[in-house]
């Protein structure tokens, strides 16, 4: 069983910066490519960006790029979410999740997934 833990959460106002981490303790972390979800209140999952084994070329959803990055540690089986130029559009619950499939932007071809943590920008 693999477990994801993501951390970092909180308030913000809008135009602030929050960092999301998000641990995988044990198992063959670097063995896999990590993504990042979101999912406000009453919308659909969306696909906020991912990373590959090796950190290289993260991939952006439309919404957050130029804003977010993704990078990871793979020597402390972590992966990070950094948001800057946050806005109340950026509010939902968080979560990273490992991919095992071959379409990055698709929830389904991840297979663990953290609990999320909850993100919310006021304006």
């Known amino acids: 069983q693999v477990q994801l833990v993501e951390t970092g959460g909180g308030l913000v106002q809008a135009g602030g910066s929050l960092r999301l981490s998000c641990a995988a303790p044990?198992?063959?972390?670097?063995?896999?490519?990590m993504g990042w979800f979101r999912q406000g209140t009453g919308k659909e999952r969306e696909f906020v960006g991912a990373?590959?084994?090796?950190?290289?070329?993260?991939y952006y959803g439309d919404s957050v790029k130029g804003r977010f990055t993704i990078s990871r540690d793979n020597a402390k089986n972590a992966v990070t979410l950094q948001m800057n130029s946050l806005e109340p559009e950026d509010t939902a619950v968080y979560y990273c999740?490992?991919?095992?499939?071959?379409?990055?932007?698709?929830?389904?071809?991840?297979?663990?997934w953290g609990q999320g943590t909850q993100v919310t920008v006021s304006s």
């Open positions: 990373i590959t084994r090796s950190g290289y070329r993260p």
């Open positions: 999740a490992r991919r095992i499939g071959s379409t990055i932007t698709n929830p389904y071809d991840y297979d663990y």
């Open positions: 044990g198992g063959s972390f670097s063995s896999y490519a």
